[in-house]
């Protein structure tokens, strides 16, 4: 089955700093790879979203890249803000399987 | 308005009653999940399914049950519970079609004592 491993597991960067969060994943039949945004004590929300068709998507300060030779996708947040702290999730999906899985998260804290 | 809907949203009780975490979405959608989640921590998803009648384990051994008798219904039931079972249940639902984009409900935070 599909497989994601995403680094780094914390993150920490300065306001106003740039942050990048890389997931890897395993099947080549993967086409669908989200990003999901989780504050604390609240549910997990989609921020982005990328399909094989395309490299790269940009949405105001957030922006994800695919690799699909590399098998690899990132996030990209720019001119971070504290209330961009939370943590990330990455995840994928394809073909007939139409489960996410998901990365193991990664805490990023903006500090003001 | 269209959403997933989670209760109770906060649930303490005491080792070996049996509970049942309910779900509903107003989404139309076919697909929905279980995960579990310590707060801050991995999604484990414990179970999912595609349609009515039509339900599977997921990746993270679990001793509940689910059933899916209605499209918006998807409750989740643990038998007898145990204090291995505190954790936040999540529900979700994902619209039909490739890419489709999966919506969270807001969580049942269980605790077991």
């Known amino acids: 089955g599909e497989n994601v491993e995403q680094h780094p597991s914390t993150l920490s960067v300065q306001e106003g700093d740039s942050a990048v969060i890389k997931c890897t994943y395993s099947?080549?039949?993967?086409?669908?790879f989200p990003w999901y945004k989780q504050e604390l004590g609240k549910r997990p929300q989609l921020i982005i979203d990328?399909?094989?068709?395309?490299g790269e998507k940009k949405d105001q300060r957030i922006a994800v890249t695919l690799n699909k030779t590399a098998k690899h996708f990132s996030l990209h947040i720019t001119e971070t803000q504290p209330e961009d702290s939370a943590v990330y999730f990455c995840?994928?999906?394809?073909?007939?399987?139409?489960?996410?899985?998901f990365g193991k998260g990664t805490l990023l804290t903006v500090n003001p | 308005e269209a959403d997933i809907y989670q209760t109770p949203r906060y649930l303490v009780i005491g080792t070996g009653k049996k509970i049942t975490l309910e779900c509903s979405q107003t989404m139309g959608h076919d697909k929905m999940y279980w995960y579990q989640q310590d707060p801050g921590m991995e999604l484990h998803l414990i179970h999912y399914s595609y349609g009515v009648n039509s339900t599977e384990k997921g990746d993270l051994s679990s001793e509940s049950t689910v059933s899916r008798i209605r499209t918006e219904h998807f409750p989740l039931t643990l038998e007898s519970a145990r204090p291995s079972h505190t954790s936040q249940y999540l529900c979700?639902?994902?619209?039909?079609?490739?890419?489709?984009?999966?919506?969270f409900g807001p969580g049942t935070r269980l605790t077991v004592t």
């Open positions: 990328i399909r094989s068709n395309v």
């Open positions: 099947d080549s039949a993967s086409n669908y």
């Open positions: 995840a994928a999906s394809g073909g007939s399987n139409y489960k996410l899985t």
């Open positions: 979700a639902s994902r619209a039909t079609g490739i890419g489709g984009e999966q919506y």
